[in-house]
């Protein structure tokens, strides 16, 4: 599984409950694919660079997940169908470092060795002096 984020402008016409009935679609998809909900960030108003649809504002969204390569395409046909979505990106991202470090921590090194405790360890084993 990949971490990805998308990040979608929503109109902001679609305010209060229409806008978590979107939020909750988007969810609900990354659910249906199979995919692990990281973040979600909460909605924030933004002035347009240029109008989208004849708008000049929209709510900007973003959701961190997790989810498998070959489940992205029906995932974007899927986001594709909710109209009150003007625009969306998904991007691949790097895991977070805390999430790294915790794998990190389930992986043990071998203790270093001491070489006198070795040769002692094999004189024991070979039953012989070195």
């Known amino acids: 599984m990949n971490f990805y984020e998308i990040a979608y402008l929503v109109s902001t016409k679609a305010e209060g409950e229409k806008l978590k009935e979107i939020q909750k679609k988007v969810l609900d ?4 694919h199979e995919g692990e909900i ?3 960030s ?5 002035s347009l660079a240029y109008p989208i649809k004849k708008e000049n504002e ?3 969204i973003s959701v961190t997940f997790w989810m498998a390569p070959s489940k992205m395409k029906d995932f974007k046909k899927d986001v594709d169908e909710i109209k009150e ?6 991007v691949k991202r ?3 470092k805390e999430k790294v470090a915790e794998k ?3 992986v043990k090194k071998p203790e270093k060795v001491e070489l006198e405790k070795l040769e002692e360890k094999l004189e024991e084993i070979l039953g012989t002096e070195l």
């Open 104 to 106: 990190k921590k389930l």
């Open 29 to 32: 998809l990354i659910k249906k």
């Open 58 to 60: 929209a709510f900007l």
């Open 42 to 46: 909460t909605p924030l108003k933004r």
């Open 94 to 96: 790097e895991a977070k």
């Open 38 to 40: 990281e973040e979600e």
């Open 85 to 90: 979505i003007m625009r969306y990106l998904i």
